[in-house]
């Protein structure tokens, strides 16, 4: 598998200023050592996005986003780690040949023949529509829908011709490898083996992109409503489209998302063009049913919070339901918006407008507690014993264990409103749920429980943390120091994220003998560790007197091990006693107290 080189890297690293990049997306305004503008990964009032153009690093100390140039292109294009390089590379006039990238199967050359074969039929199929006498009646349609020219041009809408190997005869005077098409999913080979004709015919054409816009697939919608065809005739899985992967308008959601620190998923493509087309600019779409673990990760990395938009039908309820179950259990924060009579985003706005859609639908979203609620109340009939017990205890069942004492005493309120039941009984029939909810689970742990560790918080958590990080710093700054202190560190961070990165710093400086920050970030996956070591670097050092400021802070770490050692030893000493074991008890005592006095001495 071949590489950019790492110099390749490092040249283009070094050779782009940041504050010059960041400012083709962001106004920014110096303000003593640093360049300040309003954050593009979320929505603020006032500026808290820092730029230092002597650490060439970005900072937000809003939401927290940071890196430098390459890990911004990343975060702010949606790119791969290698497209970011080759964007910025372009940038600054070094074309990079294909050679040079991560071969990839993405990037490999029969996807690149595919991916240039979609974009021949897009802009086959939207010429077809846009300009011909064969479109005609498609553009009316669409037009009547409410579509304008520049709207149809803007979402690539097309239409592919009745002849039923139109767009395969282009392919083979483009020179395509037909099997190759057929592959991609454009076409079919001839039971005579005479030829290929197309997959999609009379139909009008929405192209899917991937997540930086390319044409990857089609959906193609049927034009007479009457006719028995299906509706929709959608391109099938193929090298460069996977449904698991793809959310319908990503590229074109995503900054819109990060601002407003929202999502809005629906479970068709043609309810975010609706949403969308009336300014609603933060919408995605799954490609099927299915909510995978890919798209819940591109969700949270976009957003907190996601607003599930499904058709008001049976169906869509279902699929509501899926969806939140997931991303509660992912933690984000869930709202359902549902619809009424049975309507579908798209319709209920065509007919009310997206004005009205955002003000009494998305506004109106339920939280995951209420529509949990809403959920099993569909099929009841609250005025018979049977269907009111059934729905309490279902409810119960589902949401118990996720209530907090708050959204308790609301949900309680809620069942009395709809079902007189006494709160008190209400809340018996809580407590029960969440009495089985926690037998089912220490059923479930039983076998591989263990002696819950004990260990207080350190009152002065602040000063450990403040320590931590500018131990960090150094040893960021410094491969020496770490390989001087390596040993006599392992065991003395606090913060998970922090341990992890004192090990990948190790695993890192085993491959680089020299220090790069910049270079150790890009090899970080997880958001929450890329923004503790910006945090780090970003930390104001002593450079006069960096031997005793490591010094102090190795020395804090350590006594905070002793005392959380003491609280160990101290809470162990009264379980034996509990126990009678007086002996241990009295061991453990006298542990605590050689802690006690090496503490002093420290």
């Not at 006594?559 to 609280?567: F, T, V």
Request: a negative charge.
């Amino acid at each position: 598998m071949t590489r950019i080189s790492d110099d390749t890297i490092e040249e283009i690293r070094s050779g782009t200023d940041i504050v010059d990049l960041i400012s083709e997306y962001v106004q920014l305004a110096k303000r003593g050592k640093n360049w300040f503008g309003l954050c593009p990964f979320h929505e603020e009032g006032s500026p808290s996005f820092s730029v230092s153009e002597d650490k060439q690093l970005f900072h937000c100390f809003g939401c927290g986003a940071s890196g430098n140039a390459i890990t911004f292109m990343m975060d702010m294009e949606n790119r791969s780690f290698i497209d970011s390089i080759v964007k910025l590379g372009s940038r600054m006039g070094m074309e990079l040949e294909s050679s040079q990238t991560d071969n990839q199967a993405s990037k490999s050359s029969s996807n690149q023949k595919m991916l240039k074969a979609y974009t021949l039929a897009a802009n086959f199929y939207s010429h077809l529509l846009l300009n011909t006498i064969e479109g005609e009646k498609a553009l009316e349609y669409l037009e009547k829908r409410g579509f304008t020219r520049d709207e149809i041009e803007q979402y690539e809408i097309g239409w592919s011709p009745v002849q039923s190997d139109a767009l395969s005869a282009l392919l083979v005077r483009q020179g395509f490898d037909m099997k190759e098409m057929e592959t991609a999913g454009l076409c079919f080979h001839k039971e005579d083996g005479t030829g290929y004709y197309d997959r999609f015919r009379g139909r009008i054409m929405f192209p899917i992109q991937d997540d930086n816009g390319a044409t990857i697939a089609f959906s193609g919608r049927r034009l007479e409503d009457s006719s028995s065809d299906a509706k929709y005739i959608n391109s099938p899985e193929t090298p460069v489209f996977e449904k698991s992967k793809i959310l319908f308008n990503f590229h074109r959601a995503r900054l819109n998302v990060r601002k407003t620190g929202k999502v809005v998923l629906f479970e068709g493509f043609m309810d975010t063009i609706a949403a969308d087309r009336g300014g609603i600019g933060n919408t995605v779409a799954v490609m099927g049913t299915a909510l995978s673990g890919h798209h819940i990760v591109k969700l949270k990395r976009m957003a907190k919070k996601v607003v599930i938009c499904c058709d008001g039908d049976s169906a869509g309820w279902e699929a509501a339901k899926r969806f939140a179950d997931h991303l509660m259990d992912s933690g984000m924060d869930v709202l359902v918006a549902t619809l009424p009579d049975k309507m579908d985003p798209d319709d209920y706005i065509s007919q009310h407008g997206a004005e009205v859609f955002s003000e009494k639908v998305l506004d109106q979203a339920l939280s995951y507690i209420s529509f949990v609620a809403a959920y099993y109340r569909r099929d009841k009939n609250l005025s018979v014993d049977h269907d009111i017990k059934q729905y309490v205890h279902e409810v119960f069942d589902e949401l118990a264990h996720r209530c907090s004492p708050i959204e308790k005493d609301l949900l309680i309120q809620q069942l009395h409103s709809e079902t007189h039941a006494s709160k008190e009984s209400l809340g018996q029939e809580f407590t029960k749920s969440i009495a089985k909810k926690a037998k089912q689970s220490r059923d479930t742990d039983r076998e591989e429980s263990r002696p819950v560790q004990v260990t207080k918080a350190p009152a002065n958590r602040a000063e450990t943390d403040r320590a931590e990080q500018l131990l960090l710093a150094h040893l960021l700054m410094d491969a020496d120091l770490f390989e001087e202190k390596r040993l006599e560190l392992q065991d003395l961070f606090v913060r998970d994220d922090v341990i992890k990165i004192f090990f990948k710093l190790a695993a890192f400086y085993e491959q680089y003998d020299l220090p790069n920050y910049q270079r150790f970030a890009e090899t970080l996956e997880d958001r929450q560790l890329k923004k503790v070591v910006m945090e780090a670097i970003l930390t104001e050092r002593s450079q006069e007197h960096t031997t005793q400021e490591v010094n102090d802070c190795i020395r804090h770490l350590k006594r905070n091990q002793i005392k959380r050692l003491i609280d160990q030893k101290r809470h162990d000493s009264k379980e034996a006693e509990k126990r009678n074991d007086l002996l241990k008890a009295m061991e453990l005592a006298s542990e605590v107290i050689q802690l006690v006095r090496s503490l002093k001495v420290l």
